[in-house]
């Protein structure tokens, strides 16, 4: 038995219902979840993951594998893993799903009575009732007889209904007849069984086919006390016998009618046993209060113990006349006949518990039982033993110890024990030692020859010929150690073909043969061949030249290739891991075995020819940074990950519950460094971490005993590279990385040749400035203006203002040689400017020149004469023509960083005024050279001069010019 819980991966323990897929997947019903089973792991289905409740009642399984689960009042699909909707039109609490053969399904249900599904719609069978249909069985003529726990006006009814096809009610059965029924089940037989609250009873199938629900009386061992109390399920396996679910343990009734309960101390997980299902492989699964139980029924395999009427669980020896006439010697004492079909039990003979009781076949036939009630390991006495009659008497007395003997026909007997090897004849009750062998021998046997093979404790192997030419009988000994390759001799067997087979206690089984010229050879199989244990020996063999090889750790079993033999672990493909102390085989291939744990009887399935079983890849886990996704391997045959997702783990099972430590896998990962198919002998996943962009395929077998392998499940993927690597990005960025290249060089070329037009301009413009700065006019007016104060003798004013006019030219032509000056010399050139215009217009206004000290402590440096046609234009064209006396001109220079902010204004005439002498359009040239200069020191697209024009009640008084000049 193995038990499965939450601990394993169950959702909860308690398991109400189990269901097997086609596919294999075993599936487990709780209350809070369904649980799906794959030989490696379980994986649950909740709320969190598509159910919309976690209470499961029922599953089945519709066309092309649709799986149909009841979770609550919903029915739900779940397809590839995936959970669906509920696609019932409304609610309903379904109970449990019955098939039919037409496709349709009759669902049983918590107060809505029986309901046909068909192709999504909904069908009243019977009319809706209160109380729960937990079963249901349909009869040949189309009856449907339900049970469960059925309420009227709140009253309790009946735990049984019988309706006909079109759900027109028949009978019902009385209350508490029986009470809650929570199964019903129809055997191979016919018989319909009600597991209920108060009991097991019967129903007969002609009764309920004619509309009648009348109890039959419970057949012996039916009506066991054990089936009075609380019945939860019953189920028959293809074997004949029965197992019935109960809260006091497992029971199983044998066709014979023997009766065996099995409980916790037998391995069964809780004595409350709820649910029971047989699977494809014959295994019997077993749904309890403490999780799941798994018994392999094999009929392949069966144990007969205590429980089955035996002594004792550990068996000495084995005796096997027929099927039915079965002898074996216990530990405890006990020889007995036992006979499988029937299950009786006969004690022929007791003596002291841990005695050596051993059955003993010569190759003559005859049959003999040695014992030694002192000493468990070696015998003192024999006797005849005749299967019909039982023991004979007491055979022979033998001075020594022995551990087995022969015959040889002809009246005499062989003993082999601590002692060495002796003849003895009964008659003469004479003891002969054989060729002087004294030393220990563990067993003799004859060969075809009619020669004796003494395996020594010592490992030496002697081939002892006998003579009977005189009395008594003589021997001659042959040494053939060598042929046993240091192995320490143990057991012996002679097969068919006459080879001798010896066992060791250290290096396997050595088979001895005569080659074509008549010289012993020997062929060794060792662990080193895939035997489980190095001490071992041969115990039986097949009628296909197989022998089975025993030991500690079960059987193995030797298939001839060729001239050798290749290992098939017996025990691990058959889950058969026991302590064996004897086989035998019946004629028809039966063997039987003497374990430690019990009386075995297993029929050769021939696994070695099954192909192995089929594999799927069950879960597939994408480990990316800091979050891990699930792809369904059912779901996505072919799936694309992005870069940096190259970290993937892989889940595999194969549908194998024999025994699923058994199963060995191989995969392998195409596109990878390393292609080869890698052998994976312990677990049920594989990883990989760090692959690299590209196109893969994950491939995964299951090999069978002689690692030839089944066929593949497989998962394609790519992983996309680096979206910088891609080839559009790599067209892209050449075709980015050249038109910048372009653009860059173009840039830098127009850039050169607009410096340089902006160099030329520039030196245009202050050409430009400096012939506005000597204005024809303004030096022709000021040599005129010089010479008429010397005409009339005012030499002062004269060389006053020659002074200032030769200091003006220079400061000009100086300033003329440099793209900058200091603010400084640039204001007192003004001032020079401004104060030559003045002596030329005597006293029309007045000038104040403001510049801010930090600014002229400061070395900023701005062009030459930057505001000087701007001052001019102040003058000539605004102050100049103005009425009177009372011109004011004020002249402002400011910081404002990272300017300097110049200002002029006047209270001339303004811009505007028909008197300003500007005809209409008409640019000023001064004020445009200035904005160019303004615009081109401070590189900007639009120079940073403000022109406002002031006004008084619409009259024109004066002009407000703002300049801001960058500087550093």
């Not at 969190?48 to 066309?63: C, D, I, Q, T, Y």
């Not at 830098?748 to 410096?755: G, N």
Request: some cysteine; proline content about 4%.
């Amino acid at each position: 038995m193995e038990n499965y819980t939450m601990e394993n991966g169950l959702a909860t323990n308690v398991v109400y219902d189990i269901f097997q897929d086609s596919k294999g997947f075993m599936w487990f019903m709780t209350r809070f979840g369904l649980s799906r089973y794959d030989g490696a792991r379980f994986t649950n289905f909740t709320t969190k993951n598509g159910l919309r409740s976690n209470f499961v009642s029922a599953m089945f399984e519709g066309p092309n594998g649709i799986l149909y689960v009841a979770s609550g009042d919903n029915l739900q699909t779940i397809v590839n893993g995936k959970v669906g909707p509920n696609i019932l039109p409304g609610s309903m609490a379904i109970e449990a799903f019955y098939k039919q053969p037409d496709g349709s399904c009759i669902l049983t249900t918590d107060n809505s009575g029986l309901v046909r599904y068909s192709e999504g719609k909904l069908q009243q069978i019977t009319p809706t009732y209160p109380g729960p249909n937990s079963s249901l069985i349909i009869t040949p003529a189309g009856n449907l007889l339900t049970g469960g726990h059925f309420i009227e006006k709140t009253e309790y009814i009946s735990s049984l209904k019988l309706f006909d096809p079109n759900g027109k009610l028949l009978d019902f059965a009385p209350p508490g007849e029986p009470n809650d029924a929570q199964n019903l089940f129809l055997d191979i037989h016919g018989n319909i069984w009600v597991c209920a609250v108060n009991g097991l009873q019967l129903l007969s199938m002609e009764d309920v086919d004619e509309g009648r629900i009348k109890f039959c009386s419970l057949p012996t061992p039916f009506d066991h006390a054990i089936l009075k109390g609380n019945v939860q399920d019953m189920l028959q396996d293809r074997y004949g016998n029965y197992w019935i679910a109960t809260n006091e343990g497992l029971v199983r009734i044998g066709p014979s009618g023997q009766l065996t309960v099995f409980t916790e101390t037998d391995g069964l997980a809780s004595n409350k046993v709820l649910k029971l299902h047989e699977d494809q492989e014959n295994n019997l699964w077993v749904g309890t209060l403490k999780g799941v139980t798994k018994i392999s029924l094999g009929g392949h395999l069966q144990y007969f113990t205590t429980q089955d009427g035996l002594a004792d669980n550990e068996i000495q020896s084995v005796l096997v006349l027929s099927e039915e006439e079965i002898f074996v010697t216990t530990t405890n004492g006990h020889l007995q006949k036992f006979n499988p079909l029937t299950m009786s039990v006969t004690t022929l003979a007791s003596i002291k518990p841990n005695s050596f009781f051993k059955i003993l076949t010569t190759r003559t036939g005859q049959h003999f039982v040695a014992l030694n009630e002192e000493y468990r390991w070696t015998a003192k006495k024999l006797f005849k033993f005749d299967p019909k009659q039982g023991l004979q008497g007491e055979e022979i007395a033998f001075d020594h110890s022995f551990f087995n003997m022969e015959t040889d026909g002809k009246g005499h007997y062989f003993m082999a024990g601590n002692h060495g090897l002796y003849a003895y004849d009964p008659k003469t009750e004479e003891q002969l030692n054989l060729a002087g062998i004294k030393d220990r021998v563990n067993q003799i046997v004859f060969d075809k020859d009619g020669n004796l093979w003494a395996g020594m404790w010592d490992g030496k192997l002697f081939r002892v010929e006998l003579f009977y030419n005189g009395d008594p009988i003589t021997a001659k000994k042959d040494d053939l150690s060598h042929l046993m390759k240091g192995a320490r001799t143990g057991l012996m067997y002679v097969d068919a073909m006459g080879n001798v087979w010896a066992g060791s206690r250290d290096q396997g089984v050595t088979k001895i043969f005569k080659d074509t010229n008549g010289v012993y050879q020997s062929l060794q199989m060792t662990p080193e061949d895939g035997l489980m244990a190095p001490s071992c020996y041969v115990a039986a063999e097949d009628s296909q030249g197989s022998v089975f090889i025993a030991s500690q750790l079960g059987l193995d079993k030797l298939l001839p290739v060729g001239d050798s033999y290749k290992v098939l672990n017996f025990s691990k493909e058959n889950n058969f891991y026991d302590e064996i102390w004897d086989v035998k085989r019946t004629v028809d291939g039966i063997f039987w075995v003497a374990t430690a744990s019990g009386l075995v009887r297993f029929v050769d399935q021939f696994t070695e020819t099954l192909p192995p079983p089929k594999v799927h890849i069950t879960q597939i886990i994408n480990k990316a940074e800091n979050e891990s996704v699930n792809l369904d391997p059912a779901e996505l045959k072919e799936t694309i990950l992005p870069h940096g997702q190259g970290n993937i783990q892989f889940y595999f099972a194969a549908l194998y519950f024999v025994n699923e430590s058994a199963v060995k896998y191989s995969y392998r990962l195409l596109g990878a460094s390393d292609e080869n198919w890698n052998t994976l002998t312990n677990g049920t996943s594989v990883s990989y971490a760090g692959l690299r962009p590209g196109k893969y395929r994950f491939e995964v077998r299951t090999l069978n005993w002689n690692d030839l392998p089944g066929t593949s499940d497989v998962f394609d993927f790519e992983i996309t590279p680096p979206w910088w690597t891609t080839w559009w990005f790599m067209s892209l960025s050449f075709v980015f990385i050249t038109g910048a290249v372009y653009y860059f060089m173009k840039r830098r070329i127009d850039h050169i040749r607009y410096k340089a037009q902006m160099e030329q301009r520039i030196t245009e413009t202050e050409m430009k400035a400096l012939r506005a700065q000597m204005n024809p006019h303004f030096i022709f007016n000021c040599i005129n203006n010089i010479d008429a104060l010397v005409q009339s003798n005012d030499r002062y004013n004269a060389t006053v203002y020659l002074n200032k006019f030769a200091k003006l030219l220079r400061n000009v032509l100086d300033s003329s040689q440099q793209r900058t000056v200091s603010l400084s010399m640039d204001m007192e050139t003004l001032e020079l400017y401004v104060s030559l215009e003045q002596l030329r217009d005597k006293g029309k206004y007045e000038v104040s020149i403001n510049v801010d000290k930090n600014l002229l402590k400061g070395d900023f440096q701005v062009p030459p004469l930057i505001i000087q046609p701007l001052v001019e234009n102040a003058i000539v064209h605004g102050l100049r023509k103005n009425q009177g006396t009372n011109g004011k001109l004020q002249i402002s220079v400011t910081g404002q960083h990272p300017f300097v902010k110049y200002v002029i204004e006047d209270n001339g005439v303004g811009r505007n005024n028909k008197n300003s002498n500007k005809a209409k359009g008409h640019k000023s040239y001064g004020t445009q050279m200035s904005s160019d200069r303004v615009r081109f020191f401070n590189e900007e697209d639009k120079a940073s001069i403000l022109f406002i024009d002031k006004e008084e009640n619409g009259v024109p008084t004066g002009t407000r010019v703002e300049i801001l000049l960058k500087v550093e």
